[in-house]
């Protein structure tokens, strides 16, 4: 059997460029969509660099119109598509839903509709833990349920998933779907020559810890602690990019070789470890042998105490366990924002 193609929208964004980069390694042929509105050439540089390819066929393209993406299925057998294409900022998101409903929606709606037309394909949706909102039965499985989304953002991923559902179900599509609901992505590749590139200020923990930490902001702000947690900081299950990138990997793996035991199915991706905001700023220090300038403010509108999956149905049927320490994950931020503030100085 030949290679088999797999076409990654959002593939210069922080999460697909280590995507790709593990497809790469994997064996599989890589063609990459993105409309860089958040990210520059950096991270696909890196996918270059680190995977020795500079063959892979980059689209400069919006997912919203159509005639860009049916270019692409008209130049390449696409056995499998990842779509990553997706604005992601939660507060960004309440402020301007509309721009969010529009983008993610009509994106989705676009490469599924495409790949209807060409006869169907296997289709991974990149969704995330927050369409669980929040819950007490922790650790979270597949079975909970889903909650009111608590922003547009959230309610994109919940409509995203079940546009997927029924594009699956109904006949003739062609379409088989994955949800891979992911946990706190964190961390960078090992090589420092890709990861996050967050524009103006970090609303996320980890970028603000490592910018704190290299002097471009003064100060971490801890938000709240008064939670019910054992240190009183809230708890995530904050998952290595690395790791979350080679879940996608094994889940491409299954739908290609008609591994999937039903037409659409869901998966928690994280380790199943919480970890509080504090203990992140512990390891950070540890990890790096660096000060980090922190204090305590008031609770952020809208975070939930703690959330961390059980990533028991991904171990057994993915075959794919979270692997990076902590430690490994800290290192590699770090590594990261330094590799940054040396480009910065060239
Ligand atoms: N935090 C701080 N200070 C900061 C930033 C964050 O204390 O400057 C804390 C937050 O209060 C939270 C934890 O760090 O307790 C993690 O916050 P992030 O903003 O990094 O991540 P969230 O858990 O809020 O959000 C993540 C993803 C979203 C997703 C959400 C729910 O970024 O895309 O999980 O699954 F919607």
């Known amino acids: 059997m030949g290679k088999k193609t797999v076409l990654v929208t959002g593939g210069a964004g922080y999460i697909g460029s280590h995507v790709t980069v593990e497809l790469i390694n994997a064996g599989y042929d890589v063609v990459v969509a993105d409309n860089m509105s958040n990210c520059d050439l950096t991270c696909f540089e890196g996918v270059k660099e680190v995977t020795g390819r500079t063959d892979i066929p980059f689209y400069r393209i919006d997912c919203c119109n159509q005639e860009s993406v049916e270019t692409i299925f008209n130049a390449h057998a696409i056995d499998a598509l990842i779509h990553f294409a997706a604005y992601k900022a939660v507060g960004e998101s309440v402020e301007q839903p509309l721009k969010y409903f529009r983008n993610n929606l009509d994106s989705f709606i676009t490469v599924l509709s495409v790949a ?19 819950t007490d039965r922790l650790p979270v499985t597949e079975e909970s349920p889903r909650q009111p989304a608590m922003s547009p953002y959230g309610a994109t991923k919940q409509m995203c998933e079940d546009i997927l559902e029924s594009s699956v179900k109904a006949a003739g599509t ?4 994955m949800a891979l609901r992911y946990f706190n992505p964190v961390g960078a ?10 524009r103006g200020v970090p609303n996320n923990l980890i970028p603000y810890v490592t910018q704190t ?59 199943g470890r919480p970890v509080s905001v504090l203990e ?67």
């Open 213 to 271: 930490a290299i002097g471009k902001r003064e100060c971490l702000t801890i938000f709240g602690d008064d939670y019910p947690t054992p240190d009183g900081t809230c708890l995530r299950d904050y998952i290595d990019v690395v790791d979350l990138a080679k879940a996608h990997v094994a889940a491409v793996g299954r739908m290609v070789d008609g591994k999937m035991k039903k037409d659409y199915e869901i998966f928690n991706v994280g380790t």
């Open 280 to 346: 992140i700023v512990r390891a950070f220090e540890k990890a790096n042998g660096v000060k980090l300038n922190y204090r305590f403010g008031p609770r952020r509108a809208g975070d939930i105490t703690a959330i961390w999956a059980d990533p028991s149905l991904a171990n057994r049927e993915l075959g794919w366990t979270a692997q990076r320490t902590l430690e490994d994950t800290m290192k590699s931020a770090w590594e990261w924002e330094l590799h940054l503030a040396a480009l910065n100085k060239k």
């Open 189 to 198: 590749h090992p090589s420092a020559l890709l990861g996050e590139l967050p």
């Open 174 to 177: 062609g379409i088989k779907g």
């Open 116 to 134: 209807a037309g060409h006869g169907g394909c296997n289709v991974l949706f990149s969704s995330s833990a927050t369409v669980y909102g929040e």
